[in-house]
């Protein structure tokens, strides 16, 4: 078993804070979307659920669609807890794509 990385726990943190924005009735379908996406991105960099797309990086697209969905939560919404939660899977979603492009 490997150790986890900083964007192990940040796909973690991505899933948690969009879990929240479940709660938020105006960030609800935004919210699901960045659920499903940092769910499967985390199945996917646990090796749980193994998607292939060519020569495609599954992981780094299913991180640009946490960022822009977990975006358009956080320009709908007001509450505090959905509003943090918005910002900290836009964050990780954006770190996850940087990384990715190998700018990180």
Same mark, same amino acid.
């Given at each position: 078993? @490997?150790?986890m990385?900083?964007?192990?726990?940040?796909s973690?943190?991505?899933?948690?804070?969009?879990? %929240?924005?479940?709660?938020?009735?105006? $960030?609800?379908?935004?919210g699901? /979307?960045?659920? %499903?996406?940092?769910? +499967? !991105?985390? +199945?996917? +960099?646990?090796? =749980?659920?193994?998607?292939?797309?060519?020569?495609?990086?599954?992981?780094?697209?299913?991180?640009?669609?946490v $960022?822009?969905? /977990?975006?358009?939560?956080?320009? @709908?919404?007001?509450?505090k807890? $959905? =509003?943090?939660?918005?910002?900290?899977?836009? &964050?990780?979603?954006?770190? !996850?794509? +940087?990384r990715g &492009? @190998?700018?990180?």
């Amino acid at each position: 078993m @490997r150790a986890m990385s900083l964007f192990d726990a940040l796909s973690i943190a991505a899933c948690a804070a969009s879990l %929240v924005l479940l709660f938020d009735a105006a $960030a609800r379908g935004p919210g699901a /979307a960045a659920a %499903v996406a940092a769910a +499967l !991105q985390a +199945l996917v +960099l646990f090796h =749980v659920v193994q998607i292939r797309a060519g020569a495609f990086p599954v992981a780094e697209l299913l991180a640009a669609f946490v $960022a822009i969905a /977990a975006g358009a939560a956080w320009v @709908r919404t007001s509450a505090k807890p $959905a =509003v943090t939660a918005a910002t900290a899977a836009t &964050l990780a979603g954006a770190l !996850q794509v +940087l990384r990715g &492009l @190998r700018v990180l």
